[in-house]
Structure formats: C-alpha cells, structure tokens
C-alpha cells in the first residue's frame, strides 16, 4: 500500500513538473514567432523569470526586473501573497558583465549560486498576426 502510495506521487510530481519544463520552451517559441518590442529603460513589474536546471528542465517564476542602458540591473523575485525580495546575488552573463536583453529576452543569467535564468519581457511579446477569414462557397456552383 505504502509502495503504491509513493509510485502515484512520483508520476504526480513528474507531470507537474514535465509542465514547468516546458515553460521557458514555449516562451522562446512565441518571441521568435512574434517577435518583441525593445525593451525600454524603467522597471518593468511583469516579467517571467525561467531558471534551468541540470538535468535539461526549467522552471519558471513571476518578479520584476529594472533595466538601465539596455542591461538587467536588478531583479526581484515576486512571492505568493504578491511581495517582492530583491535578488541580492551578484548576477551576470558569461562574460562576466552585465546581462543584455535580445528579442525581449535576456541573455543566460548566472549567479555567485551556479544558478542559470532567464528574464523573459512578457509584456513587450507583439500580438498575434491577424488572420483571414476564410468563406464557404455555396452549394449551388
């Protein structure tokens, strides 16, 4: 009973996390579909934060970012009841620098923790490209 008990909550926690691997997937699918308005220097207060982990998957989580001259220069992380905590880690990209943002999406983001995001601009996304309506020709032609 206790081995069954333990098999359906693995495969519970397998499928809920096979969801949130796909996070950052579908994310960088819609930027490079669509594409994405530049990014401006302000705090922008929706972005999606995508970490990736070893094994190949990702997570993501909500928070805010500030950008000044095109580079990430803080990051919040955002919490359930809707606070934020600044991310005090020093954070960079590979060359040691500051992160740029390409396409609305930043470049890969390592922390003093060997932690490794991504700051997706979800707001910046363009919309959808308008499709035709397509018609039905009658019967009788």
């Known amino acids: 009973m206790k081995k069954s008990i333990l098999v359906l909550f693995t495969v519970f926690i397998g499928l809920s996390s096979f969801g949130q691997s796909e996070c950052f997937i579908r994310l960088q699918k819609a930027f490079d579909d669509r594409g994405s308005y530049t990014v401006s220097d ?3 207060r929706n972005v999606i934060i995508s970490y990736f982990q070893d094994g190949g998957g990702s997570f993501c989580i909500s928070g805010k970012a500030r950008v000044e001259n095109g580079l990430i220069v803080s990051i919040f992380l955002q ?3 809707n606070t934020y905590e600044l991310m005090e880690k020093d954070f960079y990209n590979s060359k040691k620098n500051p992160p740029t943002i390409v396409n609305g999406i930043t470049e890969m983001i390592y922390n003093a923790d060997s ?4 700051i997706v ?3 910046q996304l363009k919309p959808k490209k308008k499709s035709y ?3 039905s020709l009658p019967d009788d032609i």
Do not use: L
């Not at 932690?115 to 991504?118: L, Q, R």
């Open 79 to 81: 919490y359930d009841d």
């Open 115 to 118: 932690e490794k995001f991504k």
């Open 133 to 135: 309506k397509s018609v």
């Open 121 to 123: 601009f979800i707001d």
């Open 42 to 44: 302000d705090m922008h």
